[in-house]
């Protein structure tokens, strides 16, 4: 088979690091084969981002032998030896694409408006509505002081009434706001709100603003259309932001697709690989300040910025939102507190360090699970149906207290779970990683478990959205075969049984059936962890649960599938749902030390 | 990893010192080039646009919005005070007339037609910035403000709360190592600023606060008093608009950690002398550290002291170990092996091989500090 694309070059300009990528068609098949990386150079004394990406590259052509680069020009086409297809790029550098959305009322409009912000990739800087209980001048000030990339107005059904979206319109106007890069450019301010009120909008903030038109994001309160509003932030992004930053104009001459905000990236491969598979997907990234989910749940993406929830210059405020005794309950050894607390500040004010010691790894590990819990939690109450909508109630309905606005996240449906992120993808151990994901994504029934290794995922979302006909095809094939075979390091599959039963009793019954026709049975039992080293290879599984007790067909019925194994293996949970630990110290630390050595956790010794 | 290692801090003993200090919004810059400063000159001034208020015109008169325009007896641009009335209806042969009273001093902005409020700017807020050091001129940046130079001895310090102050310094703790004790502090310490070595409690911090004592340069403090100070739990090192009586600058960290000895070294010399400080933090991209900025004539000190931007570790270096285990302790690079080595934590580092009182230890490289020996 001939491809049109035999070698592709993906960076992703990060605010710290640029990283490189080079995938090429061999054997017949796409594969990543090198990768670099170099220091962004965004800021001062450079003020160039090509710099980075070329230095990236450049160590990409020493690795791989091929030259990429001529001068400061990516060759292109592939010549054999020489050169490459395609090159994309991504890029959060300079703090991403922060913006503020504005909606009529919070909880529809302005979540909606949140939705297409935050899918595009941006950082939600604040949500002004209506009725979120602040004055218009502390909106105003607000306005001002964040100084956003740009802006998103939504409001109002096509055809209802104006009067709130302009009352907003005004509150932006009066607030005059200056975009936060460049003095010479006004600020791009996008409408997708009400379709009638749009000629008063016009003449409202068409002076003081680029302005933008799109469709409704809300025509209706029956349905969301985020699609044109995401469009547009992309292309304005482009435009405008990015076109700003020092350096950009240059690398987007060079690429073969627009630059896409690097969150944005990811959404959308997750995206796209849970609509390929059919399945439900939450992926998590957990950085040194924030902590970004996303999830396809009944083919809806989400994605949330959890802003002040991460491992280094948010740490503290980690443990100020979870408790200390929270972080606490995962460590199974006694701790002065306040020294704990001092220490824990000191990684926020040299965010550089890292843990030297087992003890220092155990604390950071267990801080990891609750900044993970906290973004779950935030991610559940945002992922939800829409708000506002009516439904017809019947008598059945009476008993139940669904209404609109319900989570859409269902662990008993989730299929795949991806951690990226320092702490989970660097791990000194892979049973680190998998129970870190377990121990505060809690999933239910039967769920895959991977790490992206090295965060390939935003080279890949950029390579799946080329739009060029002639190329779409062989592009979005090769993110494809990358995630599968290079950009995933599965760690395994978890089976975790959900249900009251009494202490220490069956759970649910196990047999196993591996590609060599051997057969294992294994009984979950309740408060129990166990772990099967088996490899990334098909294993039939039947588990028959205890009455009462639910593996994803129900209370009590039996599951039939084929599940993988992978670095860690197989993990079966019988800690139920929620995981709760003792209150009584000893019993608690017990049950940690039990958990940790039936999984490989830490080197045996001293705490261990 | 981005960072082999974290760069020291600054400790310079003399310096050429340049800030910026610009206004908010454009203005009018009151200096120029060359003009000599004390840190309370006003170097530029402006007038920030006044908060807004929105007058729900209909709604008080009841009337529709576009009928709004025919009530007004002001329009766009005009200034209104406080209690003149800005719209009336014309009531019923002139009877039973609503009006619309302008609640603050301002100007009309503008009138919406579409939903029937006016908004009114109140009175600028002038603002003024002043120079904050001792120095003169060095460039006017036009309308905005300027850039000021001096020659000063400069010190950062990892993390600090409260904004700019300024006073003279004053040596309170005898030795690097030693706390600074509440006893130590008095009522005529107000307006100076303290230098003190490894610690500062809880209890001091507040007896420096109620004797107005201008700022605290010390080692360390504790992470969790903060919040009896601040009032609130200190998420994230963002600071600097505290509005305290007492800045606080740790040099160190948090815990009772050794002042290093060319800091204290440097502020115990410039006991006496007048001195700038700044608490304000931001540890993110473009990293803020809160500093200390004491202005010195430039006959004071010879040409060639010490003033230069910190190197990379090297062997001999001094290194500060700035992660538990043996978080605070000082010692000399003896090698820097270029293979990974695993620790005890298994994680595969960079490290580092130093000598702390005689015993070599193998550290990760992200965990060192250089210190900058004068």
Sequence with gaps: MSKKIKSILATDCGSTTTKAILIEWKEGRYRLTFRGEAPTTVEAPFEDVTKGVLNAVMEVEELSGRTILNGDQIITPDSGEKGVDIYVSTSSAGGGL??????????????????????????????????????????????????????LLSGGTDGGTTTHVMELAEIL??????????????????????????????????????????????????????????DKIHDLFMEHVMAQAPGYKKLMSWTDAPIMPTPGAVGSLIEMIAKKEGISVVGVDIGGATTDIFSVFEEKFNRTVSANLG???????????????NVLRWVPFDIDRSELTNRIGNKMIRPTTVPQSLEELVIEQAIAREALRLSFIQHKAFATSLKGVQSERTISDAFEQSSSGKSLVNMMDLDLLVGSGGVLSHAPRR??????????????????????????????GVLANIDKEELKDDASQAALEVFDNDCLIRLGTCVSPVGKVKPKSKMAQVSLTFKDGSTKEIEILEGSLEMLEVPYEEVKINVVPSRGVDVGAGKGEPVDSVIYGGVVGLIFDGRNRPITLSADPSERIDSLLNWSSAVDEYPKGDLF | ?????????????????????????????????????????????????????????????????????????VKEGDSVKKGDMIAETAGIFGMFKSSVDCPVDGTIESISESTGRVIVREVPIPVEVDAYVSGTVDKVIEKEGIILKCDAAFIQGIFGIAGEKRGELVLVSNSCSDELTPDQITKEMAGKILIGGSFLSLEAYKKAMSCNVAAIVVGGFNYYDLKAVLGYD??????????????LILTEGYGSIPMSDATFDLLKNNHGNEASVNGATQIRAGVIRPEIVIPISSASESEDSFSKEPEGIQEGSTVRVIRSPNFGKIGTVSSLPSELKKMESETMVRVAEISIDGIDTLIPRANLEMVELQ
């Design chain 1, 98 to 151: 922060q913006m503020m959305v504005a909606g009529v009322v919070k909880s529809m409009s302005g979540e909606s408006a949140e939705r297409a912000a935050l899918g595009a990739g941006s950082i939600v800087m604040d949500v002004l509505a209506s009725n979120d209980g602040r004055l218009p001048h502390e909106k105003i000030t607000r306005i001002r002081q964040l100084r956003p990339d740009m802006i």
């Design chain 1, 173 to 230: 106007a009066a607030a005059n706001p200056r975009p936060r890069l460049g003095q010479n450019y006004k600020l791009p301010v996008i409408y997708a709100g009400n379709n009638k009120a749009q000629d008063s909008i016009q003449s409202t903030l068409g002076e003081i603003s680029d302005l933008d038109i799109v469709d409704n994001i809300r025509p209706v309160l029956e349905r969301e259309n985020l699609e044109p509003s995401r």
């Design chain 1, 311 to 325: 491992m280094s210059y948010s740490i503290c405020n980690v443990l100020a939102e979870s408790g200390l005794d």
């Design chain 1, 431 to 460: 049973q680190q990683s998998a129970r870190m994901l377990i121990d505060a994504f809690m999933p239910e029934g039967i769920t895959q478990l991977a790490v992206d290794s090295i965060f390939m995922m935003p080279q890949l």
């Design chain 2, 1 to 73: 990893m981005a960072h082999s290692y974290t760069p020291g801090l600054k400790v310079l003993k003399k310096t050429l010192f340049r800030k910026e200090r610009i206004l908010p919004l454009k203005g009018k810059v009151l200096v120029k080039k060359g003009d000599k400063l004390s840190p309370d000159t006003i170097v530029a001034s402006t007038n920030l646009p006044g908060n807004v208020q929105m007058l729900k015109v209909n709604n008080i008169l009841n009337i529709e919005p576009r009928d709004v325009v025919d009530c007004l007896v």
């Design chain 2, 234 to 247: 200190l998420g994230v090192a963002i600071t600097g608009t505290e509005q305290l009586p007492t800045a």
